[in-house]
């Protein structure tokens, strides 16, 4: 049953455009997060938030900017997007102080 | 830093022959969070494992673990593998302070082959 929802499922665009993706999670969680995989596979934490608070930054292009407008939703803003942007973003959620993530089904984007 | 080390690349297994899986990793906190996350083909992860307990086995869906931390070690381990358990099993260290996340090994794929 999933219970984090991205959109959209697939984005293709060009160089230099800027794109947002959406995520919401129903769980009553309070934290959540992106994570960017690339076509190796890697799973690399992008931002996590908790209850509106950014909490974890790790070092991305200052490009990608998350948005939260309350704990249930966390967006992601890519404003001028390059040929390494290309990969799989996937948002997940957690309750404080509990680690187990609920990964949504992921979205992603492919750059010309 | 903190890291978490797999079994690198693909695992070949025959039905039937028991699965190991490798996870070691490096953590200044002494009270790691470690995690087994499956990922099936066009599937997100989700949690198979998890563990905070030293020397304590645990159990899911025919999986086991075991955290140790005496040799920083929490192996994914199956007796038997089925078709089924083809997938990319990442393992994953929680460890806490002020930005506290969620890192993942590199993961590694399971084939199982009839």
């Known amino acids: 049953e999933t219970a984090v929802f991205q959109t959209p499922n697939y984005h293709v665009t060009q160089v230099g455009n800027e794109v947002s993706f959406n995520c919401k999670q129903t769980?009553?969680?309070?934290?959540m997060y992106w994570y960017k995989q690339d076509s190796k596979k890697l799973l690399k934490i992008m931002f996590s938030?908790?209850?509106?608070?950014?909490?974890v930054n790790e070092t991305v292009p200052r490009r990608f900017s998350p948005q939260s407008s309350d704990k249930a939703h966390l967006n992601l803003r890519i404003k001028s997007v390059e040929p390494e942007d290309s990969a799989v973003y996937l948002c997940?959620?957690?309750?404080?102080?509990?680690?187990?993530?609920?990964f949504g089904a992921g979205t992603r984007l492919s750059v010309l | 830093g903190d890291s978490v080390t797999q079994t690198e690349g693909l695992v070949t297994l025959t039905e039937g022959l028991p699965v190991m899986l490798n996870c070691t990793y490096q953590t200044i906190y002494s009270n790691p969070f470690l995690f087994w996350y499956v990922q099936h083909l066009n599937e997100s992860p989700r949690l198979l494992l998890k563990?905070?307990?030293?020397?304590k086995r645990t159990e899911h869906q025919g999986f086991h673990a075991t955290l140790h931390k005496s040799s920083s070690s929490f192996h994914l381990q199956k007796s038997s593998a089925q078709l089924s358990d083809s997938a990319l099993y990442y393992c994953a260290l929680f460890f806490g302070g002020s930005n506290a996340k969620l890192t993942f090994g590199k993961g590694t794929k399971l084939s199982v082959k009839s």
């Open positions: 997940a959620s957690s309750r404080r102080g509990r680690y187990t993530l609920y």
């Open positions: 563990s905070f307990t030293d020397n």
């Open positions: 938030y908790n209850n509106k608070q950014l909490i």
């Open positions: 769980l009553g969680h309070d934290t």
